[in-house]
């Protein structure tokens, strides 16, 4: 029988299999670890006969005041797959958000993870269908002050794949209030060695993106935006 609980340090090598078999990258193990203790993220496994056959990690970001959970990432080894067990993680992954009083649930998915967006709205998510473009600007070291106050979020982010920054609100702002923030955000990215600085943009409002910043850039990949819709999370055991 599989059950949930929260991970614990010695799960860490079978999440890191995991990670290699699905998506074959390498865990952050430091990060993995830091997510076990720390309460501003929550990390799941699904455990059969002592051996880690899946996990969900989330994570929590604030932005002005706006609270959200994020659900980063979910994998269940091949062999115990096709048995909504990634959907009975995603649910335990919310109610560890409820716990931390937030308004929003949500998880970036890509445009052709069908598996996964099937899996998210059977866990009561639901996407408008709307794409956006991951646009991400490589570090850039300097001797400027990597300090940033204005309109736009930058949020350092630890996922356990990858180190790096968001930057939230970019195509609201004038052109020249994009570029202090991005500048800022590829310099506090080379201070702290992280990977890049990414901004998740719609794909309706690229245009709104100053051309300069486009092409310094390097398009990701699309995503749709899952959001839960349903605050009342059937418990899973």
């Known amino acids: 029988m599989i059950s949930l609980r929260s991970a614990e340090a010695a799960d860490v090598e079978g999440i890191a299999a995991i990670v290699q078999d699905v998506w074959e990258q390498d865990v952050l193990r430091a990060v993995c670890r830091a997510q076990i203790e720390d309460d501003a993220s929550a990390l799941w496994v699904a455990a059969e006969d002592g051996q880690v056959a899946g996990f969900v990690s989330a994570f929590l970001t604030v932005a002005g005041d706006r609270r959200r959970w994020e659900i980063d990432l979910i994998a269940v080894r091949p062999a115990s797959q096709d048995q909504g067990l990634g959907t009975r993680l995603i649910r335990r992954a919310c109610e560890a958000g409820q716990a931390r009083t937030v308004s929003l649930t949500r998880a970036l998915i890509r445009v052709e993870n069908v598996p ?122």
């Open 116 to 237: 996964s967006q099937k899996a998210f709205e059977n866990a009561s998510f639901a996407t408008d269908g709307r794409r956006h473009g991951l646009f991400v600007w490589p570090p850039e070291p300097g001797e400027k002050t990597h300090s940033y106050t204005g309109p736009v979020d930058l949020l350092p982010v630890d996922t356990l794949t990858y180190r790096g920054l968001w930057i939230e609100g970019l195509t609201s702002v004038p052109a020249e209030e994009q570029r202090r923030a991005v500048t800022a955000a590829r310099l506090i990215v080379a201070t702290q060695g992280r990977l890049n600085a990414g901004a998740v943009i719609p794909a309706d409002e690229e245009s709104r993106l100053a051309q300069d910043l486009r092409d310094q850039a390097r398009l990701h990949d699309e995503y749709h935006w899952f959001e839960r819709k349903d605050e009342n999370v059937k418990r899973e055991t």
